[in-house]
Every structure is written in structure tokens, then in C-alpha cells.
């Protein structure tokens, strides 16, 4: 007999009750106007399809944005939200994913976290520090994510 195939887990499917709704409404509203997670960076890596940095013809892809930032600088939640995990990424620190409604937000390259699953944090709440990227540079990864749609950081924080 053949073995069964396993089948990749689905990601969790968010309810749409109404506070769900009112959370992301109010979260819409406010693209482009969120905060930055970090006080003082710069984008050193933007969303999407890049040319790789070394080799020719390759592409590599970026599910958010990249921010340098000062040593050890600490993180916050660019809004209100429920901390609906905190894991290790080899390669990429720690990261937390933050549930705002039916948006999901992902902060990753951490060195350190300081709230845990199931924590409710408001805007500008300290989540943890920035880490060092593999090159020594101090950077927080950004992502957001409406349901499994990834959306592009730097349209939604203030410029």
C-alpha cells in the first residue's frame, strides 16, 4: 500500500465576528499613517522581487521590508493587537506575529522578546530589540498580511 500524503497545515482562518471587522476597519484606515516599529532606521531592503546582490540572473523575495536600525534598539507593535505567536526563524532571530482584526503583522530579526502568545498590546508597545543580520547590521524585518495576502509595509507606515 501506498502512504498517505501529508498535507501542508492551512493557516489559521480568522473569524470575521464583529469586533474582528471594527479592528480591521480601523486598521485600513490608517494606512499609510501607522508608525514606524523602530524609532530611528532606514529601508535597506524594500518588498518584493529583487536582483540578487551577488549573483547574476538570480532573483530573491522580500515578504516586507527591511529597516536598519541603532544596536539593540527596541521594537514596538505599529497597532493594537493580540500576540498570536512568538517562534525562532534559523537564520532570522526571533519573530512575533501580531493579529489586528483580520490583518496580521510580522516582526522579525529580533534578539530579544519581551511579550508572549496571547498578550494584548496597544500601538508603539515595546515587543522586543532589533538583531544583527547575517552581515553585523542591526535591522527589524517588517511584514503585513491581510489573510494570506502579502502587503507591501511601506504603503502602510508614515512617511
Known sequence: A???EKKPAAAPEIKMTPETAALSGKFEANQGKLPWPVDKGAITETFGTHAHPVLKGITTYNNGIDIATSK????KAIYDGEVMGVVSIPGSGD????KHG???????NLGRV???KGQKVKTGTVIGNAG???EGV?????EIWK???KLNPALWIAR
Open 2 to 4: 501506498k502512504p498517505a
Open 72 to 75: 539593540n534598539a527596541p521594537v
Open 95 to 98: 519573530a512575533i506575529l501580531i
Open 102 to 108: 483580520e490583518y496580521l503583522t510580522v516582526y522579525s
Open 114 to 116: 519581551v511579550v508572549e
Open 132 to 134: 544583527e543580520n547575517d
Open 138 to 142: 542591526t535591522e527589524a524585518h517588517l
Open 147 to 149: 489573510g494570506k495576502t
